[in-house]
């Protein structure tokens, strides 16, 4: 199957499109009785956003209760993404989550687009352009200047965010809607202890890996809490999870991805 990258500023195709893409081509080959439980991915090479991708999908295993698919994305005949997926038939069993933590609601919460202004305009600017599909509320992070109290948990980012129309129902089209909106901040977050965004030119950022475990029934076009934090970095590498609420407490989905995030020393000019 292929996939077209969407018009775009950006240098290299965006990570979450490609794994929204890849569960997407997945999706289609597996029964509709099954709904994917988690994804695996590994971004290998930097998509070319000027030409289409490739997704070839092999059927790996299908079960009683369970399906399994991998994806490659290929792009000038290399592969550049590596996907694992499983799909689970519904079953009934026991229940338990994380409680949604405290934070302010959506109408509290000032626009990503607003915060940034007052850093850069023209990340502003660029943020409005690139993601004008999605509505992204900053609630805060833990710096700090903001927060003293939390130094024991060293690097806490959190987001209002949804799809802006209407999704409907469709639970392959509202899992790869999750999907893409996950890869959108959860790097930042490791950059948060070090008074850095991911778009500082003082770093080269990109996405290493990548997963997403699916736990309840998603509308991403509903208002969702993206809870991310930081672990740890080392090495030029960042380490992210996170957890998605519904507005309701319910959790959706949790995250983890590991990425680059590498100082760029520059030599001194003459």
Known sequence: RGGHPTDSDLTRVFGGQVAAQALMAASRSVDSDRAVHSLHVY????????????????????????STRRVSARQHGKVIFYMTASFHRHEDGYSHQDAMPEVPPVSASPE????????????????????????????????????????????????????????????????????YISDLS?????????????GSPKIQPASLDHAV???????ADHWMLYDQRSPSAIGARGFATANIFAEDGALLASVAQEGLIRPVTRKPTA
């Not at 290998?44 to 209760?65: A, H």
């Not at 475990?213 to 509308?219: A, L, S, T, Y």
Request: aromatic share 8%; with cysteine; glycine share 8%.
């Open 43 to 66: 971004f290998l090479l930097g998509g070319d956003p000027s030409v289409p991708i490739v997704y070839d999908v092999e059927r790996i295993r299908d079960g009683g209760s369970f």
């Open 112 to 179: 990503l687009a607003e915060v940034l202004a007052y850093v850069d305009t023209q990340a502003a600017e660029h943020w409005r352009r690139e993601w004008a599909a999605l509505d992204v509320r900053y609630i805060g992070d833990n710096r700090a200047a903001d927060d003293p109290s939390r130094q024991l948990v060293p690097a806490v980012q959190r987001l209002w965010l949804r799809a802006l129309g209407e999704l409907g129902d469709d639970p392959v089209l509202n899992a790869c809607v999750l999907t």
């Open 186 to 198: 959860l790097l930042g977050s490791a950059l948060v202890p070090h008074g850095l965004t991911i």
């Open 213 to 219: 475990w699916f736990h309840r029934p998603i509308r």
